[in-house]
């Protein structure tokens, strides 16, 4: 058979059951259009994940105190109440090689209360002047915190842009008193945007001098985190170890057993992306059940087709139409029917992910990727559902096929 002729057989038979072919195509609609927007949002969330913790800064390692055992988590009192990490240690840290900048640091939660009555509850951090240039923060007005005001106990506030919206609105914050904890702090500076990462808002933010946060409004003598930029990411492990090896020296603990964690972050993308992977994957998987029912949709209307036309497909083996010839047409019709509908179901999927980047300000990234990956399932559900119902019709004996009513 011409290829000509077999694709004009194919279309004629699809149009003659116009309702018939529109539902079984939108089967394969759904599940192509649910695979693409899954994937888009999975592989938008991890771009934009991966984007906003490089953003905070690059070739870093995050001291957390307290130990890390597989299968439970941060132990030892837990992150943040932990009190293995001092300020002296940071002086340890700086004289180890590859090291380029520290960066201890101490959140806490306060009511900031601003001198026109608005209030916030705002995660307030105690740094040092290292911190702008650790975790990349920019400043759009004002100064940061320097450090003689850090060594003087200065009552100063950076503020992040969010944070300073909430108590001044349009006002310009420079100058202007807050109180945090009761206590007042002048205004100095205004952070620039920075987002979202995970469930902390860096933009509601507000800094403070390291040591003015321990000993005025938290009255603690540890910290929560040390931050530790690398002067090289080719450095970054052998860092890692001499920080472990050092520091379990001072705190006199087994440097295979310390009294806090390291992590890169290397091993916060990892993981995350990891996580992002597999909840893709699982919604992929769901959303592929529906591909399962279009297939079986196919094939159900394949033999169907193949039931009605069973005098037709005798009629053609009888005037010399071979089985391939008979077993090429009805699984060409099964093939371009999953390819109309993969077709149809990208663009509705790629328009999905774009409605919901847009609306709902989700990140997504329809991929080239998840395209030539719909087009293979689809091209492959069409032969495996198509099959059985072209052998079928290949096999029939043109004598009972003549004679079947």
Avoid at 116 to 130: Q, R
Avoid at 230 to 254: A, G
Avoid at 321 to 341: C, N, P, Y
Wanted: hydrophobic share 45%; charged share 15%.
């Amino acid at each position: 058979m011409k290829f000509k002729d077999l694709f004009s057989e194919i279309f004629i038979s699809l149009l003659a059951n116009k309702v018939r072919s529109g539902l079984t195509i939108l089967g394969i609609v759904i599940g192509i259009a649910s695979v693409i927007a899954m994937v888009s949002i999975g592989q938008g969330a991890s771009n934009q994940i991966t984007k906003s913790i490089e953003g905070l800064g690059s070739n870093l390692l995050n001291i957390i105190p307290g130990t890390l055992r597989p299968g439970v988590g941060i132990v030892s009192s837990g992150r943040g109440s932990a009190q293995t990490l001092k300020n002296d240690d940071v002086e340890v840290i700086e004289k180890i090689d590859g090291v380029y900048r520290v960066s201890p640091e101490v959140s806490r939660r306060f009511q900031i209360i601003g001198i026109n009555g608005k209030n916030t509850n705002s995660t307030v951090f105690g740094v040092t002047e290292n911190y702008p240039i650790v975790r990349n923060l920019n400043i759009s007005s004002g100064v940061f915190i320097s450090e003689s005001q850090n060594r003087s106990l200065a009552r100063v506030a950076v503020l992040g842009p969010q944070a300073a919206y909430d108590l001044f609105g349009d006002e310009d914050p420079i100058g202007k008193v807050i109180k945090i904890n009761k206590i007042n702090f002048l205004v100095i500076g205004v952070a620039a945007p920075r987002g979202s990462v995970g469930f902390v808002n860096y933009d509601d933010i507000i800094y403070v001098p390291l040591l003015t946060m321990q000993k005025v409004l938290a009255g603690i003598d540890y910290l929560t985190v040390m931050a530790v930029k690398v002067e090289s990411k080719d450095l970054i492990n052998q860092v890692r170890d001499d920080i472990i090896y050092n520091l379990s020296i001072k705190h006199r603990v087994d440097p295979q057993n310390p009294d806090f964690t390291i992590a890169s972050q290397e091993d916060i993308l990892g993981t995350l992306n990891q996580v992002i992977a597999t909840f893709t994957i699982f919604l992929a998987s769901i959303a592929g059940i529906s591909l399962l029912v279009g297939g079986i949709g196919i094939m159900n209307m394949m033999l169907t087709s193949v039931t009605e036309r069973t005098r037709e497909i005798g009629l053609r083996k009888a005037i010399g139409a071979k089985e391939r010839d008979i077993s090429l047409q009805f699984l060409a019709e099964s093939v371009v029917l999953t390819l109309i509908g993969g077709i149809i179901g990208i663009i509705l999927g790629s328009l999905i992910a774009i409605s919901i980047s847009y609306f709902a300000g989700i990140s997504t990234s329809v991929s080239l990727f998840s395209i030539i990956l719909a087009f293979g399932v689809s091209t492959i559900i069409g032969i495996i559902f198509g099959y059985y119902p072209a052998r079928r019709a290949s096999k029939l004996n043109p004598i009972e096929a003549l004679r079947y009513e």
